[in-house]
């Protein structure tokens, strides 16, 4: 299994054909006066083709503007993915946005998503950030896996990132 920080060139439109994005919810985290509560909220999330694609341009492009996109390979096949956007933001502290990790739904449970997590994190050190700032799925499962990886609720609220997804639960990490 190797780790690898990719070019540009290196994300193809079908980046992500054998990917599985699948994931089915049943109980997620909402936010409520500052607290998070558990709530029943039944969905799945899974990506077709077309969406696979949109995705792997934004990566590519991305990349081009001097974001980081993280890859786990094996054999040639991804196993998992992360998204480092090249933006910094922030009042008092340098933030960059993890846009992006996720592990293809037959690797899971294979510790894929940790190492990827702590070369994210190493990444965006490198990058010049001091925190990672995540809008996370508030699937409970999600949840316990920013948790076990030393996320917090986020001091700064990013308005923009917020904004695109007002269920997600707005997280940092310090690096």
């Not at 792997?56 to 993915?81: P, Q, Y």
């Not at 990013?158 to 997804?165: A, F, N, V």
Request: charge should be negative; include cysteine.
């Amino acid at each position: 299994m190797n780790i690898l920080i990719l070019d540009p060139q290196e994300i193809p439109g079908n980046f992500l054909s054998g990917f599985k994005r699948y994931q089915e919810t049943k109980v997620v985290y909402v936010v409520d006066n500052n607290q998070l509560l558990k709530k029943e909220d039944a969905f799945v999330d899974d990506w077709n083709e077309q969406q696979k694609r949109n995705i792997a341009s934004h990566l590519r492009k991305t990349a081009e503007k001097g974001g980081a996109v993280i890859c786990v390979k094996e054999d040639g096949k991804v196993l998992g993915f992360s998204v480092i956007e090249p933006d910094q933001f922030g009042t008092e502290s340098t933030y960059l946005e993890l846009s992006f990790i996720h592990v293809s739904a037959d690797y899971r449970g294979q510790k894929i998503g940790e190492k990827l997590f702590r070369k994210t994190m190493e990444k965006a050190r490198e990058m010049g950030a001091n925190k990672l700032y995540i809008g996370a799925h508030p699937a409970v499962e999600t949840q316990h896996f920013y948790k076990k990886m030393g996320c917090l609720p986020a001091q700064e609220i990013h308005q923009p990132i917020y904004d695109r997804e007002p269920r997600d639960v707005q997280l940092e990490v310090t690096l």
